[in-house]
Every structure is written in C-alpha cells, then in structure tokens.
C-alpha cells in the first residue's frame, strides 16, 4: 500500500525529500504540499510533476488533506505547531530537526504522543543511517572494544555565511553529534562545558571559532568535540570511541584515490548533502517501511529531539558562562525506552 504524503515547507530539504520519494524510493507519494511562500510550494509541484494539492497553510494540509504520513521541512520555529496539529488528527510524522525549538515545545510534543498511545513521531536524525555509524553501533554493541570509556570527534565545514553565529555552532551544527553519540554510547549526558580556542581569522567578526565541547555521560564517557567551520580544507566529520579493549574509527568516505604531481591521494568533499546522501535516502525509506511492518516509526523518538534540545540548550548557556553546566533531564517514559539499538538497515 503506497503511503500518501503531504509536505509542510518546500525550501531546499522540503524539495530533497519530494525528489528522493517520487524518484528514488519505494512506497510513498507525495499528493500535498505548503509552504508560507505559496509560489515556492507550486514551483515543487511543477519541478517535480506532482500529481499534488497546494494548501494555504499546514493545519488545512493536515485536517483536509488526503495524507496518511506528514513531513515537517519547514523553518524550525515552525515545526511544534505543525507536529502537535498532526497528533492531534493522528498522521504519522517525519519531523526534520529541531522538533521544537524549546525543551518544553519538545515536550508537550512528547505528552501529545503519548496520550495518543503510539509513536506517531520520528526526528529527522539522519546519522544513524549513515553505514559508518551503524557500523559503529554494532561494533560497540557486540563488545567489540569492550566499555566506550572516551569519544574524540570533529564536526568541520570550509566555511558559512555572515548570518551564521555563535550558538549555531550548537543548534545547527553539534545537534547531530549530541543525538548520534548519545545513541552510539547508549547513555544520557551529565554536564558540558564549552572552550573557545584560538580564533581563526576566517571566522566573521562576531562568530567564535572553532569550539571544543565537552560532554560527559551519566556512567562516566568523556566526549570532546571540535567544531570548526572555517576550516576551508573540506566537509570533514571524525568520529574515535575508545574503549577498555580497542577503538572503533569512523570510516573516511570512498573517494577514487589518485596519483598526481608526485602525489598519492584521495578527494574531500566539500558539500554536507553528499557526505549523506545515501543516509537520507535509508532514513526516509526506513520511516516508510516501519510503519508499514510495525504500526509505528522505528527510528528517532519524540523523546530524542527534547533530549537533544535540553543538551544543546545546556551547550549555549555553557558557551556564554565558562563553565561546566549540567544536563538536566525528565525522567525518561517507559513509553519510549528500548529504541537506542542499531536500526535494522
């Protein structure tokens, strides 16, 4: 049964998923969309030849609309408004993050879900659909290297543009590191503290960078994480866990190695899209596929997105006082535990 989908926010991810549905995967259709920028949602429609409605807004998508699955690819403000309306007329959810842009946004997101009494909700977490982490997980996971006691990671983009600040170093660009390592790990964060080294002088006039973050887990792992993003070199992500037995690495990305000018090689990418590509693609057909089988979404919970807000919200407060702050969460429901496992993918 092909799974009928409507489209709230048509910008540059909106569109990615609308071509990686209708040309790439299997078992879905996009048949509505919207956008705030109604031009930009009947553009999608034609770019792609949708056989598609354009509604005003995303609640008359959601309550009119012919749709079984809602994805949320609109401006991150706007996605608790638009996830809780879908709860609430019980649509299934792909939310790309943030889920809300506040602890409590994600947590009344949270107690809707659960007072509908099924998972209706997945985050947009595309990381632990990429075959190097999965590869991880398993690794860590069988006991490969016995107890994770360490993580050493970087997060590095050659460059952004002026409107990029300081707390987007968290909110943009570690958020994806703060849900994967939690996952990788299977443990929840005690305290972070945020260091500022030297700045770059590539680096805009009121834009700190790089920053090191450093999260510590409840049983003790210690994370430290570098963001750099003016490195100009290439899009570059490093993931290392230690453990008492050995260390699993994240694998580099296969490019044709080359032999050139007296020189051995291989090409960097440039561009975060391509690095994970094939992570979006087994992202959006894994979301299609459990619900198909199971009833419910099987990858990144509700209750994921609030614990990687009330993280990111903890890393910003840290970036501003210089200290180590703590991470505070709710308890976590029964109604979302044993989901930290390796997607079956």
């Not at 799974?3 to 910008?11: N, Q």
């Not at 000018?261 to 899209?273: E, H, P, V």
């Amino acid at each position: 049964m092909t799974m009928k989908i409507g489209v709230i926010g048509t910008g540059a991810i909106g569109r990615e998923h609308i071509k990686r549905i209708t040309n790439k995967l299997s078992g879905g259709e996009i048949v509505a969309v919207t956008d705030v920028n109604q031009e930009s949602a009947k553009t999608a429609v034609e770019q792609f030849n949708l056989n598609a409605v354009v509604f005003p807004d995303d609640k008359t998508l959601i309550a009119e609309g012919n749709v079984d699955a809602v994805f949320v690819t609109s401006w991150g403000p706007a996605h608790e408004a638009s996830v809780l309306a879908a709860i609430e007329a019980g649509k299934y959810v792909f939310c790309e993050k943030p889920l809300a842009t506040t602890a409590d946004g994600c947590m009344r997101i949270v107690e809707a879900e659960m007072k509908h009494g099924k998972r209706l909700v997945q985050v947009g977490f595309m990381r632990r659909y990429d075959s190097g982490y999965v590869q991880l997980k398993e690794l860590i996971e069988n006991n490969f290297i016995g107890n994770p006691l360490m993580v050493h990671c970087a997060h590095r983009n050659p460059e952004v543009d002026t409107t990029y600040s300081t707390d987007m170093a968290i909110s943009d660009t570690l958020i994806h590191e703060i849900d994967v390592l939690h996952w990788l790990v299977n443990d929840d964060y005690k305290s972070v503290q945020v260091l500022f080294p030297k700045k770059t002088r590539y680096a805009h006039e009121n834009l700190r960078d790089p920053q090191i973050v450093i999260l510590e887990t409840k049983s003790g792992v210690v994370i430290n994480a570098e963001i750099s993003v003016n490195c100009k070199y290439g899009y570059d992500i490093q993931c290392e866990v230690v453990g008492e037995e050995g260390i699993v690495k994240l694998p580099e990305v296969a490019t044709a190695p080359f032999r050139k000018n007296a020189t051995l090689g291989s090409q960097i990418l440039m561009d975060w899209k391509k690095r994970f590509v094939d992570a979006y693609d087994v992202e959006l057909q894994h979301f299609m596929d459990s619900i198909k089988e199971t009833g419910e979404p099987n990858g990144p919970t509700a209750w994921d997105g609030y614990i990687a807000q009330v993280t990111a919200d903890a890393c910003i407060k840290a970036q501003n006082s210089g200290l180590k702050e703590d991470v505070i969460l709710k308890e976590q429901p029964d109604f979302y535990k044993n989901n930290l496992k390796a997607a079956n993918v």
